[in-house]
């Protein structure tokens, strides 16, 4: 089956360091990847996009790699804040209506 | 604050009744998605719809339908429920209908089947 899979195990990272998460898919080929953050409770907020043929994209402190041959998306948060812990969700879409969201994995930033 | 609006924000109900979630999107956006969350099961995708038609398919339960109106709000029907059911129930909007779509979520309808 298609599918979009997750670290399940949470990240405890120590503040300023960089968080790199993972994005694995199988039986799929996403055009675009998309990472969101959701806060306990409330709706994911996109965050970034990268299309197949690209092979990176930042943002501030973020930045994300697509590797096709991997099948593989990493997401990292350089110079991590407390403010950073959140669930990150890795999104997958293809051009034949396939949507579907990874488990998630939990980032916990301390001081 | 993402624009998208829900209601109810909670539901409680009892096992084999009916309800029906309510989903507004941005303004301009013309695409809405439903997705469930349980504890268990992450993020599903359930359904979309672009400008009042049926764009994809997800898990949806055949007990579960939803409709987009002429002024684009969405709702959600959840018929003979089930403890299963609870869960938080997600709108998003997006501008377009493709593959690129940046989703806008609202805040969630929280139900509670007892």
């Known amino acids: 089956s298609q599918k979009i899979e997750q670290n399940s195990e949470a990240l405890n990272i120590q503040e300023g360091k960089t968080a790199t998460l993972t994005c694995n898919y199988t039986?799929?080929?996403?055009?675009?990847l998309q990472w969101y953050r959701q806060d306990p409770g409330r709706g994911p907020v996109f965050l970034l996009l990268?299309?197949?043929?690209?092979k990176e994209k930042r943002k501030e402190r973020l930045k994300v790699t697509f590797d096709t041959t991997l099948k593989q998306s990493l997401f990292h948060i350089t110079a991590s804040q407390p403010a950073d812990s959140a669930t990150y969700l890795c999104f997958g879409a293809n051009s034949w209506g396939k949507l579907q969201f990874g488990a998630g994995t939990q980032v916990v930033v301390t001081p | 604050d993402s624009g998208v609006t829900q209601t109810p924000k909670h539901l409680i109900t009892a096992t084999g009744q009916r309800v029906t979630l309510r989903c507004s999107p941005r303004?301009?956006?013309?695409?809405v998605y439903w997705y469930q969350q349980s504890l268990d099961q992450g993020l599903q995708f359930l359904i979309q719809?672009?400008?009042?038609?049926?764009?994809a398919k997800g898990n949806i339960l055949e007990r579960f339908s939803a409709q987009q109106f002429p002024d684009l709000h969405s709702e959600l029907n959840l018929s003979s429920l089930e403890l299963g059911d609870s869960a938080l129930y997600f709108c998003a909007s997006s501008v377009g209908a493709g593959a690129r779509e940046t989703q806008y979520f609202g805040p969630g309808t929280r139900l509670l089947v007892l």
């Open positions: 719809y672009y400008n009042g038609e049926e764009r």
């Open positions: 990268i299309r197949e043929n690209e």
């Open positions: 303004s301009g956006d013309l695409s």
């Open positions: 039986n799929y080929s996403p055009a675009y």
